[in-house]
């Protein structure tokens, strides 16, 4: 996929730089229950795709996702809190569908936890649909356990 940068409702989105990853990953771990290691993230960063947004230089939100020939898996979308509700994660999104698009994929998967209701609205809002459920697929650091939504949307 070719790299390049836009600027949109103030906010510059650009393929990842090696001099964002260290605040891409400080953004994933402020936002998820049980992040990934810094190591697993870089690894994961170095196969797949990752669209930044920045506001003056600062990284305030990414999505992360890879592609294999016509399908596409969305592995994380972040929003930093100050950021939330500014229409940025529909932003990313949609950049990254049309970069999937020009990349010839048709299919486009996600996870999403069950109990995670503003995620699930956003993703439905996007014209995700759930084609399955895998029953305590997400462990907790309280011990807990959550079920994960598999959605699905044509491209």
Request: proline share 1%.
């Amino acid at each position: 996929m070719a790299a390049h940068s836009i600027t949109a409702k103030h906010f510059d989105l650009e393929a990842i730089q090696s001099a964002d990853v260290t605040s891409t990953y400080a953004l994933f771990q402020q936002t998820h229950r049980n992040p990934w290691s810094l190591e697993s993230f870089s690894e994961t960063l170095s196969t797949s795709h990752c669209l930044v947004a920045k506001k003056e230089g600062l990284v305030k939100g990414f999505v992360l996702f890879s592609v294999m020939f016509e399908q596409a898996e969305v592995l994380y979308i972040c929003v930093e809190e100050s950021s939330r509700r500014s229409g940025l994660a529909a932003l990313l999104m949609k950049e990254a569908i049309a970069l999937m698009k020009a990349d010839t994929v048709t299919s486009l998967l996600l996870e999403v936890a069950e109990d995670n209701d503003s995620a699930r609205s956003f993703y439905q809002k996007m014209h995700f649909h759930v084609i399955d459920v895998r029953k305590n697929y997400y462990h907790h650091a309280d011990g807990g356990k959550s079920n994960a939504l598999v959605m699905q949307r044509d491209l």
